[in-house]
């Protein structure tokens, strides 16, 4: 048995796998609608989410399969005590496989020690949130051909978000990646990813004016300042519209730049840049949902010829 709580758990010989599974997906759903009949997919989720939630959900219905769970701690038994060692143990009677957030990192990786079914990681804290990097990389690969030669910039909150720490740890494994951080000093990526790109010799810089750097980017990733996650609310209130992306600043990036986002926005895109077709942060979505499909079969062990 197999979960995923990191995108490391996968080689990249197996994500390319998963990549095919999930273009083959969005190229013949027919062929894949029955797949998960008589499985059923839980939804744990003692964090808010809109997005990653029903993606799975939505992924396990197009399978076939059917969904159950829930989207608060405060509804589940986590309000009166319970374990997440206990609820997964709970889960794995009811269930064929669990997607779960949690606020504490690391949880889920306690869950799937105890779990007698496949444990995805839909989010542990500001640590990992491999699933969300599956959607980027599987977008990347779907729009650009390719994994490598990529200059990325990285733009926002780069100390509290999850998203962004993954993304970097799936791309060091792809060649002649050049990352520029872009973040207010208190943002800065944390220095265990500096410390790790530095030992892998991989190029990076650190400037805080997207406008400094906007035009040699092939990848712009932007991502919202995560309020969840901040000790006082004057912090966030002073650092949350530091980064605002507008046509303005589009008109300094490359034609065939990619602005991706894992979403939810808030005010760091303005809408007017939505409608510009280097604009791919919905088209993401989409691939979210094909590439938990792909996962889900994965991690099942189911085939379809
Ligand atoms: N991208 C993402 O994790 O969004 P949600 O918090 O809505 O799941």
Redesign the pocket.
């Known amino acids: 048995m197999r979960h995923l709580m990191n995108p490391l758990d996968f080689t990249v010989e197996e994500l390319d796998s998963l990549f095919d599974l999930a273009n083959d997906i969005e190229k013949n759903p027919a062929k894949y609608a029955h797949a998960c009949e008589g499985k059923k997919l839980a939804t744990c989720f003692y964090?808010?989410?809109?997005?990653?939630?029903l993606?799975f959900e939505s992924a396990m219905l197009s399978l076939g399969g059917q969904v159950l769970g829930f989207s608060d701690a405060g509804s589940s038994s986590a309000s009166k005590g319970e374990s997440v060692s206990d609820t997964i143990r709970v889960i794995s009677c009811f269930a064929d496989i669990c997607a779960m957030?949690h606020p504490k990192e690391g949880a889920p990786m306690v869950a799937a020690e105890k779990s007698s079914i496949p444990v995805i990681n839909?989010?542990d804290g500001g640590h990992q949130?491999p699933t969300?990097t599956l959607t980027d990389l599987l977008t990347i690969r779907s729009l650009k051909g390719q994994l490598g030669n990529f200059t990325v910039g990285l733009c926002g909150d780069l100390k509290f978000g999850r998203?962004v720490h993954s993304l970097i740890n799936a791309l060091v494994r792809y060649p002649n990646i050049h990352f520029i951080f872009i973040s207010p000093p208190e943002l800065r990526v944390p220095d265990y990813i500096t410390d790790m790109l530095q030992e892998r010799n991989i190029s990076y810089e650190e400037v805080i004016r997207l406008e400094d750097c906007i035009s040699k980017l092939d990848l712009l990733y932007m991502t919202r300042v995560q309020r969840e996650r901040f000790f006082n609310e004057e912090d966030y209130v002073r650092l949350k519209d530091f980064y605002i992306l507008n046509k303005a600043k589009m008109e300094l990036a490359k034609d065939n730049m990619l602005i991706l986002h894992?979403?939810?926005r808030v005010n760091e895109i303005s809408v007017e840049v939505d409608d510009d077709p280097r604009a791919v942060y919905f088209k993401q979505v989409q691939y979210g949902v094909y590439v938990r499909m792909a996962l889900i079969l994965t991690l099942l062990g189911i085939t379809c010829e």
């Open positions: 964090e808010p989410s809109t997005h990653t939630r993606s957030r839909a989010g949130h969300q998203t894992p979403l939810p």
